[in-house]
């Protein structure tokens, strides 16, 4: 069975910082890739981030442009988020998605507040 768990969320203060980490088991991590979204209650899921399965190919949407990087550990069947300069309006529940398994975690949740 297809597993992605999501950890490093919190409470931060606006400018601060986190890493977000997606733990993977069940299928082939290295050969998939993998995003990050996002959701605030009441609102569909925004797609934050993505990276291809060798590396090489990132994006992030322009929101988080020069804050967000993602990630991954091929070895760890790991994908990370780091988070830099947090705003407020990043506060949401984030989650990773194993897009061509149409695979969801459970989600972590940020929150950014002072």
């Known amino acids: 069975q297809v597993h992605l768990v999501e950890s490093g969320g919190g409470l931060v203060q606006p400018g601060g910082s986190l890493m977000l980490s997606c733990v993977a088991s069940g299928f082939t991590f290295s050969t998939n890739s993998m995003n990050w979204y996002r959701q605030i209650p009441g609102k569909a899921r925004e797609l934050v981030a993505a990276i291809s399965s060798n590396e090489r190919d990132t994006v992030v949407v322009d929101s988080v442009k020069g804050r967000f990087t993602i990630s991954r550990d091929n070895s760890k069947n790991t994908v990370y988020l780091q988070m830099n300069n947090l705003e407020p309006s990043d506060t949401a529940m984030y989650y990773c998605?194993?897009?061509?398994?149409?695979?969801w975690g459970q989600g972590t949740q940020v929150t950014v507040s002072a």
């Open positions: 998605q194993a897009p061509r398994l149409q695979a």
